[in-house]
């Protein structure tokens, strides 16, 4: 059967997608578990250890607290409140910090820094999967034993306020709850007052042992402003004022009460300079813990620096607290000033309760587990433990009983910093054979494209795909059979689950089954191939072709780039990897056109060769025969046909490309190293420059218009024209800009109204576009409307971008379409590059304003503001969606444009859009591949999580969006071939 090379490369990168999937699954390990099961544990604690003496100290000791309050603030960075801002904004905090009764600490998040994931490190003392990142806008309920479950086990009363999140995470744990949206980023304010509004009533009551309050505004503040935002400090005092009014309420309450309250103040994870956070930044990670209570004793003055702890030592030290057993899959330990005020037997018990979970869940995850440091010390520990029960209960006062006392805590908490390092450490087995049927998958569509290129990218555009032969293939049996048998052996002999173990066996069946005939094909390919090479090798050398410096420049640029993403730095900074091949490729067209012009009509130059009309030496680019009606070029000299000053034009046009990039690089800090870094992007989003901010996005959106309603209808201009007004008059009632009319002290809206106004234009150009495109593929309609329709699809685009950018990013939308209109102008058309060679350029400068736009591989850089632009409420698909569009506008609409420029402005033939998909496919297809074989020899690296985990997700992403543009091409290639 013979397919169009963009149809078989769609297929192809669908398949793809569907390995890294699979890959996907098992590269990402669930963290160490217990292997007792899920439920709350039945079984009694460890006793207390003795020395032939009797103990009776076998339950679980008594709570120390009556009441707890957990307040935790979304985004809270530990300056805000050990820093200048929680001295100025939370002058309470800070006394209580300073000189009251509390103990204060620095509490460490582990990547990723987003709020599911920190929930359940908070409760269970555990470390969340790196891909629960994922799973942050969608929270499974949590099955592994948590301080909640096991404070309802033991009939605590728990209320709630706040995130809804945790009414995913726990479900039916709490007596009263009542839950916010926690992913509409545009409200700051309602979202913390439904929460503080329940105060006043619920403090005054006395059915409830845990009070948990989860305030949102922070977090949101930051996503739309930063951390500099003057409303960072307004919402610090916000919550000073809470923490006052908790405070004094629990105080007045002690009295009649046995036991004192805990009031425990913490954040999630921080928040990044950009007010974004998700990845590994001190900014991101560091968040305070406090702990008040009148139980503690008072500072005598002076400012205690704080000590750095792990998240995850709150699950223990709150499960001591309350009287309950500490989570089985907790790998923190116990806070010990927390309870230094109780007697020495207590003391040790606590530690000994915690030790005891971290060694029996050592045992349960590490084989040697008797070797490992940690264990040895807590089993000496606990000798000693049993010395000291003895002599105390024989002399219960006396120095030596002091001294070994001492002796014995000391022991104790080196061994629980050494166990908890231990299983901090560890990482869960991953599931090398999912791991290992995603990458050969990957690598036979890989190799499959590879060895396709020469004839998919030939004058016809076609490939001769068998789709009976490799059923009466004996390889294709022999293959089956095979992987089957190691299937079977597999999944019954596995010690540890496997996803791909899980799946049905009839679609486990189907997978072997594709898995053969992709091999099946690649032999046959690789067979080909090589008859093939050695049959034209003399034609290839009698005729002379060789490769052009535009052909080396970008094989060289692809393969570079492959080999960088070997190196972690290389992946944190790897804008600079696309600036550099961007600006040399600039360089490179340059030489090109002034060889072009001073040579004239040479006919030894590449004009006259003709990219277009000699028989190409690269698979790169394509000799195009069969050149329709409406695609047909002029034989003359394209540089011929151009006026003087339109030469001049083409001479000075890679200059002005690089200077836009050049602005650009200066425009968004971005990557790892350098991205504090103050840039034209702070400067022009601070207070300050409110004014500058607004008169640059007003030039911008004019500029946007002037650059895209050349080629619309009238109808669609005027709609472009009234959406970029509404633009500019949603970010005017948000505060982003100013109005001339209003001050800049007008009353902040959500811009919902002004958003679904821009909306209408948005979906009305679309619409339109699309369907007098339909209609003119069906109909025998000439190139020009067809060309006007494609346009009015990609202007349709380009307004919803304007409309998701932020005000100081409207410059790169700006210059994205200037490059793009001086590339097809002056460079492009002077030079009759073919369609391979334009998608990779297209390709390449889609990568390149990725970056300019401030993204990086850091999960920080999305901005998720953008997916609740005129949102009132919390939407799923459109919130992603949105986030996802503004994330990756740049190679959506380079990609956009491709398809513009080669239904209009290239002497495109029929193969164009074949050539097209199938080089979009092989450039997104070969990064990917590479990538997860490097990630899994590198599974086990230091960075594996903070920087190469993050990388995989981005290119399992940007795979998706490739085969969604390649699955496009197809579509516009086949409704062509209809037509004709």
């Known amino acids: 059967m013979r397919l169009g090379s963009g149809t078989f490369a769609a297929c192809c990168v669908a398949i793809e997608v569907l390995g890294v999937a699979v890959f996907l699954r098992g590269f990402f390990p669930a963290p160490v578990r217990s292997s007792s099961g899920t439920e709350p544990r039945a079984e009694p604690p460890a006793p207390e250890p003795s020395a032939g003496a009797s103990s009776n100290w076998t339950k679980l000791p008594p709570p120390l607290f009556s009441k707890a309050v957990i307040v935790l603030i979304d985004a809270l960075r530990d300056d805000f409140v050990f820093g200048s ?22 509490a460490e998040a582990k990547p990723p820094t987003v709020t599911m994931p920190r929930i359940k490190a908070l409760m269970t003392g555990s470390l969340p999967g790196f891909v629960d990142v994922v799973r942050n806008f969608n929270s499974p309920a949590v099955l592994e034993d948590n301080v ?33 949206t926690s992913f509409f980023v545009s409200d700051y304010t309602e979202v913390d007052n439904n929460v503080t509004r329940h105060l006043d009533t619920v403090l005054g009551r006395e059915d409830w042992d845990v009070l948990i309050l989860h305030y949102l505004g922070l977090d949101h503040i930051g996503h739309v402003s930063g951390p500099d935002s003057p409303l960072i400090g307004r919402k610090l005092s916000e919550m000073d004022g809470v923490l006052m009014k908790i405070h004094t309420s629990l105080l007045s309450k002690e009295r009649g009460m046995l036991l004192p309250s805990l009031l425990v103040l913490c954040g999630d994870h921080g928040m990044s300079e950009t007010g974004s956070h998700g990845a590994s930044s001190i900014e991101e990670v560091n968040t305070p813990l406090i702990f008040i209570s009148s139980a503690f004793e008072r500072k005598a003055g002076g400012i205690r620096h704080p000590k750095h702890v792990q998240q995850t030592d709150l699950a223990a030290t709150l499960a001591i607290g309350l009287g309950l057993p500490i989570p089985k899959n907790s790998v923190g330990s ?10 020495m037997r207590e003391q040790l018990r606590f530690l000994h309760l915690n030790a005891a979970q971290l060694s029996k869940l050592l045992q349960e995850n590490v084989p040697l587990y008797k070797k490992d440091p940690g264990f040895e010390q807590f089993k000496m520990s606990e000798r000693l433990h049993g010395n000291w029960i003895k002599l105390y209960l024989e002399e219960s006062s006396s120095e030596v009983l002091s001294h070994l006392g001492a002796k014995v805590l000391r022991q104790y908490l080196e061994a629980l910093e050494t166990l908890s390092l231990s299983l ?64 079977v052996i597999v999944c019954t002999s596995a010690e540890s689950s496997c996803y791909f ?116 030496a690269l698979p790169f680019t394509s000799h195009r025969s069969d050149v329709s009606e409406c695609d047909r070029v002029h034989p003359a000299s394209a540089f011929e046909m151009l006026r003087d000053y ?16 050049r602005l650009l690089r200066s425009l968004n800090q971005t990557g790892v190293q350098w991205a504090h870094r103050p840039d034209l992007g702070h400067w022009l989003t601070s207070s ?105 699809v990609h202007s349709g685009l380009v307004l919803l971008a304007a409309l998701l950018f932020r005000p100081h990013n409207l410059p790169v939308l700006v210059f994205s379409l200037l490059v793009q209109a001086l590339m097809t102008k002056f460079i492009w058309r002077p030079l009759k590059h073919d369609a391979a060679e334009v998608t990779m350029m297209h390709y390449w400068f889609g990568q390149a304003f990725f970056y300019f736009q401030g993204n990086s591989n850091n999960i920080a850089t999305v901005d998720v503001s953008a997916g609740f632009v005129g949102l009132d409420s919390y939407v799923e698909i459109p919130a992603v969606s949105l986030t996802a569009f503004a994330t990756y506008t740049g190679p959506i609409l380079w990609a956009s444009h491709l398809v513009n420029y080669l239904r209009s402005e290239t002497n495109s033939s029929s193969s164009a859009l074949r050539h097209a998909c199938f080089c979009y496919a092989l450039m997104g297809s070969v990064p990917v591949g590479a990538y997860i074989i490097l990630v899994t020899s590198l599974r086990y690296h ?37 037509k004709s």
């Open 85 to 106: 801002k929680g001295v100025k904004f939370m002058p309470y905090l800070t006394y209580l910090v300073e000189k009251g009764a509390s103990h204060s600490y620095v």
């Open 148 to 180: 909640l479950r096991q404070a309802k086990a033991a009939g605590k009363r728990i209320i709630f306020y706040g995130d809804e999140t945790w009414l995913k995470l726990f479900p039916k744990h709490f007596v009263d709850y009542d839950g916010t």
């Open 334 to 343: 116990l806070l010990f000033p927390v309870v230094e005020g109780k007697p």
């Open 424 to 487: 901090r450490r560890q990482v869960a087995p991953y599931d090398t054979y999912s791991m290992a049927v995603g990458i050969a998958l990957v690598l036979e569509v890989l190799m499959l494209l590879l060895l396709s290129i020469p004839k998919a990218l030939c004058s016809k555009a076609e490939l001769e795909v068998p789709l009976s032969s490799p059923f009466f293939s004996l390889l294709f049996y022999l293959a089956f059979l095979a992987l089957s048998a190691i299937h």
């Open 501 to 616: 173990c899980s799946v049905s066996w009839l679609m486990a069946g189907g997978m072997m089954m594709l898995m053969s005939l992709l091999l099946c094909a690649v032999v046959s390919a690789f067979t080909k191939t090589s008859v093939t090479m050695k049959l034209s090798s003399k034609t290839l050398a009698h005729c002379g072709s060789r490769w052009s410096e535009l052909d080396l420049l970008i094989l060289s640029g692809t393969v570079g780039h492959v080999l960088s993403l070997g190196a972690s730095s290389f992946i944190e900074e790897e804008h600079q990897t696309w600036y550099f091949l961007v600006n040399t490729l600039c360089l490179a067209l340059c030489q090109e056109l002034y060889s072009n012009y001073f040579l004239g009509a040479d006919s030894d130059s590449p004009v006259e060769q003709g990219l277009g009309t000699a028989a190409p």
């Open 646 to 661: 339109e030469k001049w034009m083409v001479l000075a046009s890679p200059w002005a490309v690089l200077t836009c990039c």
């Open 688 to 792: 300050d420059h409110k004014a500058e901010l607004s008169i640059l996005a007003a030039v911008s959106l004019i500029m946007i218009f002037v650059l895209v309603q050349r080629r619309c209808s009238p109808i669609s201009r005027a709609a472009l024209a009234l959406g970029l007004v509404g633009v500019y008059c949603y970010r005017a009632a948000i505060g982003n800009v100013l109005l001339p009319w209003q001050p800049d002290s007008k009353a902040i809206s959500k811009g919902v109204v002004e958003a679904r106004f821009v909306y209408i234009f948005v979906l009305g150009i679309l619409f339109t576009g699309t369907k007098d495109l339909l209609k003119s593929q069906v109909a025998a309609a000439d190139c020009g409307i067809q060309a006007r329709c494609l346009w009015e």
């Open 942 to 978: 230091l960075f594996i999580w903070s920087v190469f985990a993050p990388k995989l997700l981005y290119e399992g992403m940007h795979l998706f969006i490739t085969a969604a543009l390649c699955i496009f091409f197809t579509a516009m290639d086949q409704t062509k071939l209809m």
